[in-house]
């Protein structure tokens, strides 16, 4: 895992496969996804490496229920004063109650996936308690005041989170960027006309750091990237 610094209390946590972020605030610790089973001791060095406790996390925000942004949340929630927070329609799945649904895959999609699955645990992730289940609009305590955005068409419970001060986004895998820059519609939907739709919702936000679930964040300009590649997916 890699620890990148993208502003002063705004960290990337790079994993082979996807992102996590961390986010600081004078009362302690906000932790947006959490990669794949295995990764908490991972996680808490770099907290640790930054001048903190893992104790101090006090918000672990999941962007959907997928297993490389919720593996070890089981373990994380166990750190101490933590609130497992995640979009109500993805909660169910991140419980462990039912199973969520597939993607419905392009062609092209198919070896992309058969290759990230063979970097991440064979095994699911352990459930984990949501004690906050988030409704689009909802502000949270973090960040001067995170608005939620639900996301749905990734999952039916994909939620991205907008800190309007700061101008940060945290797009879940709604959105993405290749290897070459380019920011692209997230892959791997289970419904992907809602995913391009709620693309073009985040893309009208005001954002200048777009942080992705793959991908390397955008640190300027992320609006006008994210309007051009918007734009993109409208039929000709």
Same mark, same amino acid.
């Given at each position: ?35 794949a089973s295995g990764s908490a001791p991972l ?36 750190? &101490? /004063? *933590? ?5 109500? =329609?993805? !909660?169910?799945?991140?419980? @462990?109650? +039912?199973? %969520?649904?597939p993607p419905i895959l392009a062609d092209w ?27 689009? &609009? /909802? *502000? ?5 005041? =995170?608005? !939620?955005?639900?996301?749905? @068409?990734? +999952?039916? %419970? ?44 985040? =893309? ?33």
């Amino acid at each position: 895992m890699d620890v990148i610094r993208l502003l002063p209390g705004l960290h990337l946590l790079r994993f082979p496969v996807a992102n996590a972020y961390l986010w600081q605030d004078p009362d302690g610790l906000t932790l947006i996804d959490t990669y794949a089973s295995g990764s908490a001791p991972l996680i808490a060095k770099g907290i640790r490496d930054l001048g903190h406790d893992p104790a101090d996390l006090r918000r672990l925000v999941l962007t959907h229920f997928h297993e490389d942004h919720v593996g070890a949340a089981a373990e994380i929630a166990e750190w &101490g /004063d *933590v609130r497992v927070i995640a979009h109500r =329609a993805d !909660a169910p799945f991140i419980r @462990g109650e +039912t199973t %969520g649904p597939p993607p419905i895959l392009a062609d092209w999609e198919r070896p992309i996936l058969e290759q990230a699955r063979k970097q991440l645990p064979a095994e699911p992730p352990a459930p984990v308690h949501v004690d906050h289940e988030l409704d689009d &609009g /909802d *502000v949270l305590d973090f960040g001067g005041g =995170a608005q !939620a955005v639900a996301a749905p @068409g990734h +999952t039916p %419970g994909s939620v991205a989170l907008h800190l309007p001060g700061p101008k940060v986004l945290f797009t879940g895998d709604t959105v993405a960027r290749t290897p070459d820059g380019s920011v692209i519609l997230g892959v791997f939907n289970a419904d992907p006309p809602a995913a391009a739709a709620s693309f073009q919702r985040l =893309a009208a936000l005001d954002t200048e750091i777009a942080c992705f679930g793959h991908g390397e964040p955008l640190t300027q300009n992320a609006a006008r990237a994210l309007r051009t590649a918007a734009r993109n997916l409208l039929p000709p």
